[in-house]
């Protein structure tokens, strides 16, 4: 689903024009990943929002291959037959070798045709086709990794594909294949070993030792160049999968990465520099009017509210209305995407509002599926226990409002003790008493397998951040994706993202973030780092991000307790803004879209392919470089207008636009 803002790409002033667009020469492009059809991480999202894009531009001669999966398809891929005669001649040939090979139509934006290749019925070939691999490339496979064993078969069957098609083909064919990431990567080592003609591009989204280095507490940044890489892998029983990903990079005729960081990642780590680095994009759809995206945040708090109503059952002893709402959210991983240091700041952001006497109150979300056996019992109750007050409160209204109504009737005004009898007042208490509760508001709203080890509880419990009254920060720690058919928080992410108020990612580890990305297209404020693409990406792009909500966490040159204070600086700085500074400020998240748009990051995946095409096949292709093969260019002016924050003021002019001043009213 695109997200929504209020502008079209056109209309952030500065964006450099680009004259990348070049002759295709009927080129055909296959797009292959192991997330085609198949949500697993991050990758499915970046091949899914960026397809309408490259069907518009390559249209007919567009195909993603990937896994077939039963359940995936079944809700998301209309089974067709293939439209392009010799991809219907090479499809009919593999079936009838054995292998399962579907065509049909990925029903998201865009529509592209997908190729879904069912691993599983060629699984007869594994050991054969594991030989080959080690007498061609010297890369063993061993017997327990299913991940690697799937990796093998998904790679030979995509390489037996894309020969089978170039010999089908009446004409000498031009062939590009994008690869993602390690699990897609054999079927390109194997392209360029069997000589096949095809222009291969291959790139990595995240290296595969740089994630288990990192989740291993390793200073990794500052020991780059001092890895070594095959015994670091071998340690930690990859080494295999590392090969897989190195000769994927050093076969490939362009190599890219999505941001900056990870591009200083790869050398290192994979001994190659990439000639590209394809940022991450989304695709943005633009409002009728720009106050529209704030009546949806709005909207969306208040379904949050209602949700902390009951949660906070008994113990509801602050203002709703001076409540602000954080959070974070992705893969659970506690130190890369640093849910560690966003709880120690929390803890001591909880003792400054406390010492300050401050009005306002945090509640800190944090998203992050774990393993669980059921929701919290406590946590029902309380949304249970909410409607049952909402359904006592409105029988009484209805029958106050009927005495109102027949008093006025006969034209005299209502005896105030006559409208509620002792039946009213007898619901009504009942009511009051079934809300009390001795227990404090739990912390979790499921039930965890991994109680006493789970990371996040064992840090809420050494903090102390229990949620208490006395508390002006309190966490829910709901362990699942957020779905609008929830019992509990019947939301969807988006939905929810809009009801926040800040996001907060102090990742240590996170080659691109989608989290920010998506707050930052629907208006809402977050924090990065500059150990992430995105915040690196902000901060070549912006000339003050945080006067646009976009704060950058410095955890590249700062220690881990630095780094904790400056968060907690951030937090309390935000929590000092009045409503009136959060509306100007989303109003400025929200212009920075355009930025995020497909329409202009896909550029660099137009210079990709060019660059890929041009080595494949110089006779056709010629490719001259921009003047910079990085994500940079357009950097965007600090805003003439009120800061956001009070600790800000130094830095910018005393007084807001005359634009956010409309803007504000409107709202």
Same mark, same amino acid.
């Given at each position: 689903?695109?997200?929504?803002?209020?502008?079209?790409?056109?209309?952030?002033?500065?964006?450099?024009?680009?004259?990348?667009?070049?002759?295709?020469?009927?080129?055909?492009?296959?797009?292959?990943?192991?997330?085609?059809?198949?949500?697993?991480?991050?990758?499915?999202?970046?091949?899914?929002?960026?397809?309408?894009?490259?069907?518009?531009?390559?249209?007919?001669?567009?195909?993603?291959?990937?896994?077939?999966?039963?359940?995936?398809?079944?809700?998301?891929?209309?089974?067709?037959?293939?439209?392009?005669?010799?991809?219907?001649?090479?499809?009919?040939?593999?079936?009838?070798?054995?292998?399962?090979?579907?065509?049909?139509?990925?029903?998201?934006?865009?529509?592209?045709?997908?190729?879904?290749?069912?691993?599983?019925?060629?699984?007869?070939?594994?050991?054969?086709?594991?030989?080959?691999?080690?007498?061609?490339?010297?890369?063993?496979?061993?017997?327990?990794?299913?991940?690697?064993?799937?990796?093998?078969?998904?790679?030979?069957?995509?390489?037996?594909?894309?020969?089978?098609?170039?010999?089908?083909?009446?004409?000498?064919?031009?062939?590009?294949?994008?690869?993602?990431?390690?699990?897609?990567?054999?079927?390109?080592?194997?392209?360029?070993?069997?000589?096949?003609?095809?222009?291969?591009?291959?790139?990595?989204?995240?290296?595969?030792?740089?994630?288990?280095?990192?989740?291993?507490?390793?200073?990794?940044?500052?020991?780059?160049?001092?890895?070594?890489?095959?015994?670091?892998?071998?340690?930690?029983?990859?080494?295999?999968?590392?090969?897989?990903?190195?000769?994927?990079?050093?076969?490939?005729?362009?190599?890219?990465?999505?941001?900056?960081?990870?591009?200083?990642?790869?050398?290192?780590?994979?001994?190659?520099?990439?000639?590209?680095?394809?940022?991450?994009?989304?695709?943005?759809?633009?409002?009728?009017?720009?106050?529209?995206?704030?009546?949806?945040?709005?909207?969306?708090?208040?379904?949050?509210?209602?949700?902390?109503?009951?949660?906070?059952?008994?113990?509801?002893?602050?203002?709703?209305?001076?409540?602000?709402?954080?959070?974070?959210?992705?893969?659970?991983?506690?130190?890369?995407?640093?849910?560690?240091?966003?709880?120690?700041?929390?803890?001591?952001?909880?003792?400054?509002?406390?010492?300050?006497?401050?009005?306002?109150?945090?509640?800190?979300?944090?998203?992050?599926?774990?393993?669980?056996?059921?929701?919290?019992?406590?946590?029902?109750?309380?949304?249970?226990?909410?409607?049952? &007050?909402?359904?006592?409160?409105?029988?009484?209204?209805?029958?106050?409002?009927?005495?109102?109504?027949?008093?006025?009737?006969?034209?005299?005004?209502?005896?105030?003790?006559?409208?509620?009898?002792?039946?009213?007042?007898?619901?009504?208490?009942?009511?009051?008493?079934?809300?009390?509760?001795?227990?404090?508001?739990?912390?979790?709203?499921?039930?965890?397998?991994?109680?006493?080890?789970?990371?996040?509880?064992?840090?809420?419990?050494?903090?102390?951040?229990?949620?208490?009254?006395?508390?002006?920060?309190?966490?829910?720690?709901?362990?699942?994706?957020?779905?609008?058919?929830?019992?509990?928080?019947?939301?969807?992410?988006?939905?929810?993202?809009?009801?926040?108020?800040?996001?907060?990612?102090?990742?240590?580890?996170?080659?691109?973030?989608?989290?920010?990305?998506?707050?930052?297209?629907?208006?809402?404020?977050?924090?990065?780092?500059?150990?992430?693409?995105?915040?690196?990406?902000?901060?070549?792009?912006?000339?003050?991000?945080?006067?646009?909500?976009?704060?950058?966490?410095?955890?590249?040159?700062?220690?881990?307790?630095?780094?904790?204070?400056?968060?907690?600086?951030?937090?309390?700085?935000?929590?000092?803004?009045?409503?009136?500074?959060?509306?100007?400020?989303?109003?400025?998240?929200?212009?920075?879209?355009?930025?995020?748009?497909?329409?202009? &990051?896909?550029?660099?995946?137009?210079?990709?392919?060019?660059?890929?095409?041009?080595?494949?096949?110089?006779?056709?292709?010629?490719?001259?470089?921009?003047?910079?093969?990085?994500?940079?260019?357009?950097?965007?002016?600090?805003?003439?207008?009120?800061?956001?924050?009070?600790?800000?003021?130094?830095?910018?002019?005393?007084?807001?636009?005359?634009?956010?001043?409309?803007?504000?009213?409107?709202?």
């Amino acid at each position: 689903m695109p997200l929504s803002r209020s502008l079209s790409v056109t209309s952030l002033s500065g964006l450099d024009d680009w004259d990348e667009e070049f002759d295709q020469e009927n080129a055909v492009l296959f797009e292959i990943a192991w997330e085609v059809a198949n949500k697993v991480g991050g990758i499915y999202t970046v091949i899914q929002t960026k397809a309408r894009l490259t069907v518009e531009e390559w249209g007919e001669r567009y195909f993603l291959i990937g896994p077939y999966f039963e359940h995936n398809v079944r809700t998301q891929v209309e089974l067709i037959e293939p439209t392009n005669p010799a991809l219907r001649r090479t499809i009919d040939k593999m079936n009838t070798q054995g292998c399962k090979v579907y065509f049909g139509r990925w029903l998201i934006e865009g529509g592209p045709y997908v190729v879904l290749i069912d691993v599983g019925q060629t699984a007869w070939a594994l050991e054969r086709w594991k030989s080959e691999l080690w007498d061609g490339c010297g890369i063993g496979v061993p017997w327990f990794d299913r991940d690697a064993n799937d990796a093998v078969l998904f790679g030979f069957l995509t390489a037996w594909l894309l020969g089978e098609y170039a010999a089908q083909c009446d004409e000498p064919p031009r062939l590009l294949a994008h690869f993602h990431e390690w699990l897609a990567g054999l079927g390109l080592v194997l392209c360029r070993k069997r000589r096949l003609p095809v222009a291969t591009i291959f790139t990595t989204h995240a290296t595969l030792l740089g994630r288990y280095l990192c989740a291993g507490n390793v200073d990794f940044y500052n020991n780059l160049n001092t890895f070594n890489v095959d015994r670091e892998a071998g340690d930690r029983q990859i080494y295999h999968r590392y090969c897989m990903e190195r000769a994927a990079v050093h076969c490939a005729h362009v190599f890219t990465t999505v941001s900056q960081i990870t591009a200083v990642e790869a050398e290192s780590l994979l001994r190659r520099k990439p000639d590209v680095v394809t940022p991450n994009g989304l695709n943005v759809r633009k409002f009728s009017a720009m106050h529209e995206f704030q009546n949806l945040h709005a909207k969306s708090k208040a379904r949050i509210q209602e949700f902390i109503r009951g949660h906070f059952y008994g113990h509801l002893d602050f203002n709703l209305d001076k409540t602000l709402f954080l959070f974070i959210a992705g893969r659970y991983e506690f130190s890369n995407k640093g849910a560690d240091i966003f709880l120690e700041a929390l803890a001591r952001l909880n003792y400054l509002l406390r010492v300050n006497h401050s009005e306002v109150t945090v509640v800190a979300f944090f998203i992050m599926p774990a393993r669980t056996n059921n929701f919290n019992v406590e946590t029902l109750k309380g949304q249970a226990v909410r409607k049952q &007050l909402w359904d006592t409160a409105n029988t009484v209204k209805e029958k106050f409002g009927k005495k109102l109504y027949e008093s006025l009737l006969v034209g005299q005004l209502p005896d105030a003790s006559q409208m509620l009898d002792r039946e009213d007042v007898t619901m009504m208490k009942r009511a009051i008493f079934g809300a009390q509760r001795q227990s404090q508001p739990p912390v979790c709203t499921h039930n965890m397998l991994d109680d006493p080890t789970d990371p996040i509880l064992t840090a809420i419990r050494r903090i102390g951040l229990f949620n208490h009254s006395s508390d002006r920060v309190k966490v829910i720690f709901h362990p699942e994706f957020l779905s609008s058919t929830s019992p509990l928080l019947p939301m969807d992410y988006e939905e929810f993202v809009r009801g926040c108020h800040l996001g907060v990612f102090p990742s240590y580890y996170e080659p691109w973030g989608y989290t920010p990305a998506e707050c930052t297209v629907m208006g809402i404020p977050s924090i990065s780092t500059n150990l992430s693409g995105f915040g690196c990406f902000m901060e070549e792009h912006i000339a003050d991000p945080s006067a646009y909500g976009i704060y950058i966490l410095d955890r590249r040159y700062r220690g881990v307790d630095e780094s904790c204070n400056q968060l907690t600086s951030f937090l309390f700085s935000f929590c000092q803004q009045s409503r009136r500074q959060r509306i100007i400020q989303r109003n400025r998240t929200e212009r920075l879209s355009d930025l995020l748009d497909w329409r202009y &990051l896909g550029r660099y995946y137009i210079s990709a392919r060019h660059m890929a095409l041009s080595k494949a096949f110089p006779e056709t292709y010629s490719y001259e470089p921009q003047e910079s093969a990085t994500a940079q260019g357009f950097r965007y002016p600090r805003p003439a207008s009120v800061p956001p924050s009070p600790s800000l003021s130094r830095h910018s002019s005393p007084h807001h636009s005359e634009t956010e001043e409309e803007e504000e009213e409107e709202v």
